[in-house]
């Protein structure tokens, strides 16, 4: 059975957070690979989540752009509950 967007959505988010404790920013590739996804679906993820404002791109000098989570976002994933 094929897995819903929402799904892979709160995949992704789950995966932000958990290195927005980290306080760092993760590539493009490295979300493809750790939420197990190709390049080409992850990006079109990572632009819904951009354009929602659960997620923002970073410019990093030392390496590629990277993608953390939003206190919009970090709110979504968590739930009404928190706030």
């Given at each position: 059975m094929p897995e819903s967007e929402t799904s892979v959505v709160?995949?992704?988010l789950?995966?932000?957070a958990r290195v927005h404790d980290a306080e760092c920013s993760l590539v493009l590739n490295e979300i493809a690979n750790a939420a197990h996804l190709d390049?080409?679906?992850a990006q079109r993820v990572m632009k819904v989540l951009e354009s929602?404002?659960?997620v923002?791109?970073?410019a990093l000098p030392t390496r590629p752009a990277g993608y953390c989570?939003?206190?919009y976002g970090r709110e979504?994933?968590?739930?009404?509950?928190t706030r």
């Open positions: 709160f995949r992704i789950g995966i932000l390049t080409v679906h929602a404002g659960a923002r791109a970073e989570l939003t206190r979504r994933l968590a739930g009404p509950a």
